[in-house]
């Protein structure tokens, strides 16, 4: 969609922007560590009644598909499926939905599937089942406003198989602050992810350290940003190479007649935000993808 959205500007600088953009080699043999993600497209869809129900009626591709009602109204569907409370934890493809009713805990999926857990999880309650500022893969906390239902509908079939997602961060823990001689010290990644991917972990006698989920971190970087000590880095891309990019892009738009450059970095997990920011940019900003 960029492309085609550079390709508007016929000016010189959209040109030498457009060729820039095309005529700059990324190096891609830089392959970040990884994390595996497994779904059988097992879907939970927990709100009230009616609405869960209309939102099942467009999923019908999927392997299964579970309602979970939150209001107790009695609906037309035959797994419908009701709870005076409900507790979500997990990530795409191992999903544990805890009920509660009359005083009984039960491990949902295990009563509706006979399975342990759901792949994919969507909450259209408006106070959602889970409290991350940012939703984990697999969960769409629609009830909140964002992602909008009908991207959801959309995405959703699309989640059966394996997929796999970096390891975005590393931690040294030499330089980490957060045990010195086996006490608990600085917490500050641990409250400033929105992901809710980074725990303290240990004790006062095997000593504390704090630990970073791969299948939780989305890349946001407050954690390194909050660090005290520099401990938290991204694995890839590395600044230098980064660095080596942007200038190559530079030197190719200045090459194809190009003036006054500015650089515009956004990650490439953004890509509505920036198409939608690009239209309202001069054709001297060139967009980078990090």
């Known amino acids: 969609m960029l492309k085609e959205l550079l390709q508007e500007s016929t000016s010189a600088n959209g040109n030498a922007r457009r060729y820039a953009f095309e005529n700059t080699v990324e190096l891609t043999n830089l392959i970040p560590p990884t994390v595996s ?14 609405i869960i129900e209309s939102a099942a009626a467009q999923l019908v591709q999927l392997k299964s598909v ?56 969507l909450d259209l309650c408006l ?48 330089l980490c602050a957060h045990s010195s001689r086996g006490v608990k010290g600085c917490e500050r990644c641990v409250d400033a992810c929105p992901a ?10 095997t000593g504390h350290r704090i630990e970073i989920n791969p299948y939780l971190c989305q890349g946001v970087g407050t954690c390194a940003t909050a660090c005290p000590t520099e401990a938290i880095h991204y694995a890839l891309p590395t600044p230098q190479e980064t660095q080596k990019f942007i200038e190559r892009t530079l030197a190719n738009y200045e090459q194809a007649g190009g003036q006054d450059p500015n650089v515009s970095i956004c ?24």
């Open 37 to 50: 993600y497994e779904s059988g497209g097992n879907t939970l869809i927990v709100g009230p009644t009616s």
């Open 66 to 121: 579970t309602l979970l009602s939150t209001d107790g109204e009695k609906g037309e569907s035959n797994n419908l499926n009701f709870a005076s409370s409900v507790q979500v934890s997990g990530f795409l493809g191992t999903f544990t939905v805890v009920t509660e009713n009359n005083g009984i805990e039960s491990n949902l999926a295990q009563v509706a599937i006979n399975n342990d857990c759901f792949d994919i999880v």
């Open 196 to 205: 809710g991917a980074l725990s303290s972990e240990g004790t006062d006698k």
């Open 267 to 290: 990650s490439s997990r953004h890509g509505k935000i920036k198409e939608m920011t690009h239209k309202a940019r001069p054709t001297r900003v060139e967009p980078v993808c990090a």
């Open 127 to 174: 106070s959602s089942c889970m409290s991350e500022e940012v939703p984990v893969p697999g969960y769409y906390p629609v009830g909140r406003g964002y992602p909008k239902l009908a991207e959801a509908l959309e995405e959703i079939p699309t989640l059966m198989g394996t997929f796999d997602k970096p390891k975005f961060f590393r931690l040294d823990t030499d």
